[in-house]
């Protein structure tokens, strides 16, 4: 991997949610422009090798530094290296972003409700999304749906909170509804294809899954993403392609 297509940045903050969950933040170069949804490549020296993950941001197109969501992976070269990360450490980050997982993609149907399905830390572009004033003023409603194992892992629920007030004052439709799988006295314990599939979902949300005006993104686990889009099939919605469809996805791994 050529070097060349690295900028140099350095780690401002890390804030560590459990022990294998943690978000950092790092200096943004003039150069790195994204569109909410979209990931960076992000490298760490190891020895002489330079190791490159895939990473969704979760700050805001708009802000000045970069925001990543990173789980730790027992024994992976990245993240096991990755979590001993302190203020001022150097970071490779590719100089251009990747993914189609923005609200750019969809042409139908119209907008209207926004249903953003995430797993752990398939959170990220969400998080991204809800700092864009153009999310807000696009749709009527948005679902923001987070499954999580244990409690612990909820990460980002003040944020959540204080994002639907700084970027949705006014905004009558939204809703955040947490999903704790391992813990069966959670309102919401089964997983998302469980809960689309029973009605669950809907009935907690006040809102059907409806083909004519729903957006639905996945992100996340890769296996959820794949039981949740046969779930969501099953309901009428399609895959969004070329513009035209409901659902579209980003497996997290
Ligand atoms: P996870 O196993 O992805 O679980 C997060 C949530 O997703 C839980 O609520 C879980 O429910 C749910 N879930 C899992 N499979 C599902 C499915 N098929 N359908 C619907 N929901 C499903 O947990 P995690 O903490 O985010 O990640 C766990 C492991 O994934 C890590 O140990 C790591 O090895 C790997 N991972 C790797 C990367 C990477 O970049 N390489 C990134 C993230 C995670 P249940 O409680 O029912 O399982």
């Not at 350095?10 to 569109?35: C, E, G, I, Y």
């Not at 972003?97 to 990220?124: E, S, V």
């Not at 006014?170 to 029973?198: C, S, W």
Request: glycine letters at 8%; one cysteine or more.
């Amino acid at each position: 991997m050529s070097i060349e297509k690295f900028s140099v940045e350095k780690v401002l903050s890390v804030h560590r949610w459990t022990n294998t969950l943690f978000s950092f933040t790092m200096t943004r170069p003039a150069h790195f422009k994204f569109t909410a949804g979209q990931f960076a490549r992000i490298g760490l020296k190891v020895g002489d090798d330079l190791v490159v993950r895939a990473y969704s941001v979760v700050s805001s197109p708009f802000d000045e530094t970069l925001e990543f969501f990173s789980i730790v992976v027992p024994d992976g070269a990245f993240t096991s290296n990755l979590q001993h990360l302190e203020v001022g450490d150097e970071l490779y980050l590719e100089k251009v972003p990747y993914g189609f997982l923005t609200l750019a993609r969809y042409q139908l149907p119209l907008p209207k409700d926004l249903w953003l399905l995430g797993t752990g830390t398939g959170l990220a572009p969400f998080i991204s999304m809800l700092q864009d004033f153009e999310t807000w003023s696009k749709y009527q409603s948005i679902t923001l749906v987070y499954s999580v194992r244990t409690a612990s892992e909820l990460a980002y629920v003040t944020r959540i909170e204080e994002i639907a007030q700084t970027f949705g004052e006014g905004h009558t439709g939204f809703k955040f509804v947490p999903i704790i799988t391992r813990d069966p006295q959670a309102t919401l314990h089964d997983r998302l294809p469980i809960l689309i599939e029973n009605g669950e979902l809907e009935k907690t949300v006040g809102l059907a899954l409806n083909p004519e005006t729903t957006h639905v993104m996945l992100c996340g686990n890769p296996q959820m993403v794949d039981d949740t889009k046969d779930a969501l099939k099953a309901r009428g919605l399609t895959m969004n392609r070329r513009g035209e469809g409901n659902i579209a996805v980003e497996n997290y791994w």
